[in-house]
């Protein structure tokens, strides 16, 4: 009886009603909406790279090293002689071994200099492959391969002829003027880092600095050497990435590569880097949590405040139901209900808002953030922040129900 008139009395409230549902689920919104961001990062960054044991490069943080090898954030420390990846490359242990080499880009994009083996070993999401939209891979030093998003963004198309820039920055002094590459294929969209990266081969890489020494580009108005294909040779890259036969060996492995003794490496277990990362994203996400419950306490003051409000409205409604023999317990127990029935509303509301959005707009979120969004059942944390957000409705809404109770059954009959 007292759900029926708790819902009857709001339904006579509908405008007032309405908006401090909205309220609610605008809170409710944003909390679940940063909830299902932060758990679809995780989920990105994660699934970015699988079934690579380890991230090899110079010494230094394994950290770093992850990150500019595979997320393209950062600069390498240093590089590593093709002497040290010829090594570990036909090491007994080893499987199979994916040579990177960075240091240039085109429009701010990230080009990787790469083999073969990086599009028949890379694998992201729980062991998919690598998979070509149009074209294919390079096979000539001047063909080059583009992600999704950058064929997206810059507008490229297979034959298209483009120069790439020495450095990372988005506006490069230095331009490899001397060399044009061809685009020969475009990858399909993995929602991963891959698809803002352009891929060359390694020798592609050698022919845009033939001539340089050690690392240095002729001085402002020197030629540069006529390009002799038959002189190009690796000499470094920046870091690769392997699999072991066994994961049992990886430990040994990576011990084995920390001392290795003609040069100073590191290696990475990036199922294990990525966890001193969600270390360092736990404080933004504390951050956008507490945002995100100030909102929710805004929409249950909010609500509060439009049912303390609307006791003037009332003062008859309350008079009559007393004197028709409603308890004070019973009195209570209706404005909790009120209380509690708007904010299961709001919470229902806001989570139906957020899953339409996501599915209606999925694909086109994901190509903006880069991530993959999932469609899953809201998780823990959510549910508990419902829990959380009904029970505190239903403990504020005693404020309005005590105001009422100690307006006088006189004053509410002759209220005007």
Known sequence: ???????????????????????VALSMLLLAGVDALRNSARAGFAGTISHTDLVVGARGGDLPLLLSTVFHIGT????????????????????WTIPISLGDSFHGYRVVATDDNFYRHYQYRGGTALAFAAGNAPQDMLQVAVGADVARNLHLRLGDEITLAHGIEAHSIIHHDNIRFTVCGVLARTFTPVDGALYITLLGDEAMHFGWTDGTPPAL??????????????????AFLLGTKSRISTLYLQREIATYKPEPLSAAI??????????????????LSVVAGAVVVVGLLAMVAALYTALNERRREIAILRAVGLHTR????????????????????????????????????????????????????V???????????????????????????LDGLHAS
């Open 76 to 95: 390498p420390s240093n590089n590593i002689s093709w002497d040290t990846y010829q090594h570990f490359a036909h090491h007994p242990a080893v499987g």
């Open 221 to 238: 108005g020197e030629a540069l050497p006529k390009l002799d294909p038959s002189k190009l040779k690796v000499d470094e890259i920046s």
């Open 270 to 287: 990036p199922a294990y880097t990525l966890q001193q990362l969600w270390v360092l994203l736990d404080y933004a996400d504390a951050a």
């Open 383 to 409: 549910l508990a922040y419902v829990v959380v957000t009904v029970v505190s409705a239903g403990l504020l809404g005693l404020l309005p129900a005590w105001r009422a109770y100690r307006n006088s059954l």
């Open 1 to 23: 009886m007292l759900l029926r008139l708790a819902w009857k009395s709001l339904r006579a409230r509908a405008v007032t009603t309405s908006l401090t549902v909205f309220s």
């Open 330 to 381: 019973q009195l209570f127990l209706l404005f909790t209900a009120e209380a509690v029935l708007i904010a299961a509303a709001g919470c229902a509301l806001g989570l139906l808002v957020l899953y339409a959005v996501l599915f209606a707009f999925r694909t086109g979120l994901e190509s903006l953030a880069g991530i993959p969004l999932l469609l899953a059942a809201p998780s823990h944390r």
